[in-house]
């Protein structure tokens, strides 16, 4: 399939177009089918947070092609009515590969416990709430021995992706195989790009150019809601900062991990500021814009920038700059819209190189590669990597807020929670951050504000 995405889809709408696909037989035809530790040779799925992702990461598991069998086996939420909303179309879909009778539906704060305890060595759970319970979730699953795919962001705050990377270490140790939702990294046009960088077709990468800027909407007062800690976690997933990291790292975590790939290195520094619409009337904590300057060890740059604003220009691409001449590295829905051009003009009729065009979606090909690591019993841990792209994007957002440089070094000493109970969270626990009388949750001001 041409992945240019002509027709402007969204990714639910790609992820329910590119769930029915069928990759080549090749690909994994060859794998042993008795590597695996099931005595059934059958990959059992726990869905963790039945969700958009959620649904969407189990089509894409049960469409890898050739991979001997695979079902979904329990599903685990908050509410009966989100099992029941993802399991009736996926088992419309997939029939008697859903097999998620009443008794493996688990609900409650302590759900994921039951979910990941019907697994056995080798199957997957997947974690796919929105990332402030993550690392709980990650954490146990790993610590029985659980396979774990994880969606981003992997935690909302430096505390808890410090975490997740004990959690990455574990894993490493006791042969857990982890897959971490920055699907782009799986493209084979990116790849290809990579490899050119890598050669020195490019030049010295002196500059990277990451920009999502599309339209979005606010938060209005939620009255009561607001203070419970329940309703927080639905109407908070994108603004409120201790539920889903916010909604700048929502959406740019990918290509700010496309950076430090483009680099093959973490930055040492960031500085960046941000703002409100000036009629804006959210009460959530985002801003409506972010301008980031990161700094690598050589210098170069990478410029990264979130804006939600209607009417106004929208971008969702990757660009980068050598010495020698620049190159498109993503583009609109983490498309594989890749070419080298002959200099620095970025246009249609200066492409001097292009690669075969990626054959599926970059969901599809992560876990192609998850299921046949599991096959194969092949080492696969994503999740140091994973992490210290999202420190890399925790880096930008508190430079934002706090209006000052931030450093990898700062980031790799915080411990910073906005929420330090989540153990021991409960539909009675009390809420990390309340509204004030109009309904306005906190704003980052510089000056008054702390997320290091």
């Known amino acids: 399939m041409n992945w240019h995405n002509p027709l402007g889809l969204n990714r639910r709408q790609f992820l329910k177009q590119s769930g029915k696909l069928t990759a080549s037989a090749a690909l994994l035809s060859s794998l042993p089918r008795n590597v695996f530790a099931a005595e059934d040779n059958t990959i059992r799925l726990a869905l963790i947070g039945c969700g958009g992702r959620g649904a969407g990461a189990v089509r894409n598991a049960l469409s ?79 610590k029985k021995g659980i396979n774990v795919f994880m969606e981003k962001p ?71 809601r607001a203070f419970k800690l329940a309703e927080q976690l639905k109407f908070g997933r994108i603004h409120l900062l201790w539920v889903g990291s916010g909604h700048m790292i929502d959406n740019l975590i990918h290509q700010i991990d496309e950076c430090c790939w483009i680099k093959d290195a973490w930055p040492v520094s960031c500085v960046a500021m941000g703002g409100r619409d000036p009629l804006s009337t959210d009460c959530g904590q985002n801003l409506d814009v972010y301008s980031m300057e990161y700094t690598f060890a050589d210098g170069a740059k990478a410029l990264c920038g979130f804006r939600r604003q209607n009417k106004a220009r929208s971008e969702f691409a990757t660009f980068v700059h050598g010495t020698d001449r620049a190159a498109q590295f993503s583009g609109q829905t983490h498309a594989a819209t890749v070419h080298l051009y002959n200099d620095q003009r970025i246009s249609r009729d200066n492409i001097a190189w292009t690669p075969r065009d990626d054959q599926y979606s970059p969901w599809q090909y992560e876990w192609n590669a998850f299921i046949a690591s599991i096959r194969r019993d092949r080492h696969h841990n994503e999740a140091e990597r994973a992490v210290y792209a999202d420190l890399t994007s925790l880096m930008g957002r508190a430079a934002t807020h706090i209006g000052q440089e931030v450093t990898w070094d700062e980031m790799m000493k915080s411990r910073f929670q906005f929420c330090d109970y989540l153990d021991d969270l409960d539909f009675g626990s009390p809420v990390p951050v309340e509204p004030d009388e109009s309904g306005q949750f906190p704003i980052p001001r510089p000056g008054s504000w702390t997320e290091l």
């Open 64 to 142: 890898v092609p050739d991979s001997g069998p695979v079902k979904l086996w329990s599903m685990a939420d908050l509410y009966q009515s989100k099992i029941d909303e993802r399991r009736k179309p996926l088992k419309d879909e997939f029939g008697d590969r859903i097999d998620v009778p009443k008794e493996r539906q688990f609900l409650g704060f302590e759900a994921y416990k039951e979910a990941v305890d019907s697994l056995r060595p080798g199957d997957v759970a997947l974690c796919t709430t929105r990332c402030y319970i993550r690392p709980v979730h990650v954490e146990y699953a790993v």
């Open 154 to 224: 992997f935690a909302a705050d430096p505390g808890g992706q410090h975490r997740m990377l004990r959690t990455a270490r574990l894993a490493e140790k006791n042969g857990v195989k982890i897959a971490a939702g920055l699907q782009c990294r799986h493209s084979p046009a990116r790849h290809a790009l990579i490899e050119r960088i890598r050669n020195g077709d490019m030049g010295k990468i002196l500059l990277i150019r990451a920009n999502r800027l599309g339209g979005g909407g606010w938060l209005s007062p939620q009255g009561e």
